[in-house]
């Protein structure tokens, strides 16, 4: 086959032609790949309309990366602030609406190298708690860009722990306004995107205080930034947070408010109001501030974290086949570094993950799409699911997307340590995503609490009303558990059945004896809360094998649905099937505990892993050609379409700033040196 346009879009003299060893490896498919980019896509149009916007956004030269790993941190602030102008200028010229699938496209397409990224999150949070009045009042306004907005909610001292956030927010009921105040130097907003330099108004959480009582926390739009000249408002304390490991396109700011005065409107008000007389009225539940947080995880996975991993393994799995080091026999010639197993071992579990990710992910929205309008409406009834599904979500994706593109950069050897691989930066983005929207550890002991009610929910009476509502991701807490693995052959670990009842099994265990430790130290003489901190390891570790099991279960599932395309499905099952496989011998003291399997058991999952890791060999660039990632959107010498990596990677080192605007340090240092000894011989 030879390159497909749309993805070979660089433009320079190496793209016209394809290097033989990644070649042949296109040669013999054992799938149709824009089949199956397509079913990753959801359909064909989705497909086409994403090309279409990258044929756009690529005929501009404004969204050029090629300078990208030369920039300082205020050249890449302006490069995003210009490429989310031009960005904004596109839609209007071609009537892209706000929450389009072009203006999505738009933004993979670049990478996520925009700035403005929480102006959107305002957006969804303005959509998510205030009410249809003040939607109608600041929706239009954001989405025009005539006021820009962030969302702030981290604070100096705290972050995860809502309830710990200091920020307030008092109502004066004579002036009918909120006095927004930062008493201490922890309490200052930290953090948030946008706020360095860029957004006009800030949507700031604060504990809100009422009539003397504190009401929890609730949002407020506090203008901070004069919308004539962007010099801060009086009692506006706001900047730049300095450098990070990566995000340099975005000015995360610090945010001090002192006694700074907004109407009382200025407080969204769709799960609570204040009355003019300062009455408090509910009208929600104590976590429907956490919504505007659910509402972006969901997005994050699909639109940022996720994509990050695939393009890591789409760049370590092309230049695996175009590197070739050593030999497997004397006398052959070297071998393509992906024909080796401990290569094989390195990259084919991340690119499983790549995909187990992207098909749980996509359950999620499909449940987040469901679950949204209800709660909206106040109906509540599957916000605690929903909470707990993208809390295990995020932080297992986070993770496992954080270790996975450190793997790829390290299965690149020295090449994969320059960012001219695009791998650094890759790696350095995805592990922001470890602690933002959510902290790991935090989200996961949030999953913990709520298996922990629903085990003991299920533990009534069977049959019960109580135990037959229980959700639907935890329904596996009530069926019927095997005490011993049934397979007895390697084969038999390839049935999805067998590996997806071997984590079941292991969730239920897990969750069970986090549940009798918990009410053991209770028995004791603890109180709940000594209880639950002395058992936080065995919770995380339960809550990680629930997640583990979901995420098996989903993939299981998104297979059935491919009957009618049984090539992909092949494809596909054999990277769920070794997607369970190293979940269990990753965690084989897990499954071994209890005797669920046996000591021959897990060396017979070996073998059937071993042999997975040859057949996927086969397809491997076929499954990575599947992202549809253009030249341009990956940026990475190593990870081109066309395999002409050595080439690439020497002519964009000779465009380093170091190699074309000489030497300073010659004449002051080097020179002189040089000259000192030279006098003295």
């Avoid at 609730?218 to 990070?244: C, M, Y």
């Avoid at 990259?347 to 309008?373: D, I, K």
């Avoid at 059945?497 to 028995?523: F, G, M």
């Avoid at 030497?663 to 030279?678: G, T, V």
Wanted: glycine fraction near 6%; hydrophobic fraction near 40%; charge should be neutral.
């Amino acid at each position: 086959m030879g390159s497909p346009v749309h993805r070979v879009s660089m433009g320079d003299p190496w793209s016209r032609q394809v290097h033989p060893d990644i070649g042949s490896e296109r040669s013999t498919q054992s799938f149709d790949v824009e089949r199956l980019t397509n079913i990753l896509d959801g359909g064909a149009q989705n497909t086409a309309v994403r090309r279409k916007v990258e044929n756009i956004i690529y005929s501009d030269p404004v969204f050029s990366a090629t300078d990208k790993y030369f920039m300082s941190q205020n050249e890449r602030y302006e490069a995003g602030v210009q490429k989310t102008f031009h960005i904004q200028m596109i839609a209007q010229r071609l009537g892209w609406l706000e929450d389009s699938r072009e203006l999505y496209y738009a933004a993979r397409t670049c990478s996520g190298d925009l700035a403005l990224n929480l102006h959107h999150v305002f957006l969804r949070a303005l959509k998510s708690l205030g009410s249809e009045e003040q939607i109608a009042k600041w929706a239009p306004l954001g989405s025009t860009y005539q006021i820009i907005a962030t969302y702030a909610q981290t604070e100096l001292g705290h972050g995860t722990y809502l309830q710990g956030l200091e920020t307030e927010a008092t109502y004066d009921a004579d002036t009918q306004e909120f006095v927004l105040h930062s008493p201490t130097i922890t309490a200052m907003k930290w953090w948030p995107g946008d706020l360095g330099r860029s957004a006009t108004h800030a949507l700031v959480q604060a504990q809100m205080i009422c009539s003397g009582v504190r009401r929890g926390m609730h949002a407020f739009i506090v203008p901070i930034r004069s919308l004539q000249d962007h010099s801060p408002l009086p009692g506006i304390t706001v900047g730049d947070i300095g450098p990070k490991m990566d995000f340099e396109q975005t000015d995360n700011g610090f945010l001090r408010l002192d006694h700074v005065r907004v109407p009382r409107e200025n407080m969204l008000s769709r799960f609570a109001q204040v009355l003019p007389d300062g009455t408090y009225i509910k009208l929600g539940t104590a976590q429907s501030n956490y919504l505007p947080m659910v509402v972006t995880r969901v997005e994050l996975l699909l639109g940022e974290i996720i994509p990050l991993l695939q393009k890591a393994c789409v760049i370590a799995i092309r230049y695996s086949v175009r590197r070739r080091q050593s030999r497997l026999r004397p006398g052959d010639p070297e071998a393509k570094i992906l024909d080796y197993q401990t290569q094989q071992q390195k990259l084919f579990p991340q690119l499983a993950m790549a995909y187990a990710f992207h098909f749980l992910a996509t359950n999620l929205l499909e449940f987040f799409n469901h679950s949204y309008n209800a709660i909206l409406n106040r109906d509540f009834s599957l916000l605690s699911e929903l909470h707990a599904l993208s809390s295990g979500a995020k932080a297992m994706i986070t993770d496992f997307c954080t270790q996975g593109a450190e793997l790829c950069r390290r299965a690149c050897g020295g090449h994969g340590y320059s960012k001219l691989s695009g791998l650094p930066s890759l790696v350095t983005r995805v592990t922001a995503s470890c602690t933002y929207e959510g902290e790991n550890t935090v989200l996961y002991l949030q999953v913990a609490r709520f298996l922990v009610k629903n085990y003991l929910q299920s533990q009534v009476s069977p049959g019960s009303t109580s135990q037959r509502s229980l959700p639907q991701s935890v329904a596996y807490l009530t069926a019927p558990d095997l005490a011993r693995c049934p397979a007895r052959r390697a084969a038999d670990f390839l049935h999805p059945e067998v590996y997806t009842r071997a984590w079941a099994h292991v969730a239920v265990r897990l969750i069970k004896d986090s549940v009798h430790h918990l009410q053991t130290l209770q028995q004791s003489g603890a109180d709940q809360y000594e209880a639950w901190n002395q058992t936080t390891v065995i919770h995380l570790q339960a809550a990680k094998a629930h997640c583990y099991y979901v995420c098996v279960k989903s993939f299981t599932e998104a297979l059935e649905k491919l009957e009618n395309e049984p090539a992909i499905q092949q494809a596909l099952k054999r990277l769920c099937d070794l997607y369970a496989l190293h979940g269990i011998l990753s965690n084989a003291g897990d499954f071994l505990h209890d005797g669920f399997l046996s000591g021959a058991q897990v060396d017979l999952v070996r073998t059937a892993y071993l042999d997975l890791l040859r057949l996927i060999r086969k397809d491997a660039i076929s499954l990575t050609d599947a992202f549809d990632f253009t030249d341009q959107c990956l940026n990475s010498a190593l990870g081109c379409y066309d395999g002409n990596a050595y080439e690439r990677l020497f002519h964009w080192a000779q465009k380093s700033p170091t190699n074309t605007q000489g030497n300073p340090a010659y004449e002051k240092y080097i020179r002189p040196l040089l000259q000192s000894w030279k006098a003295k011989l």
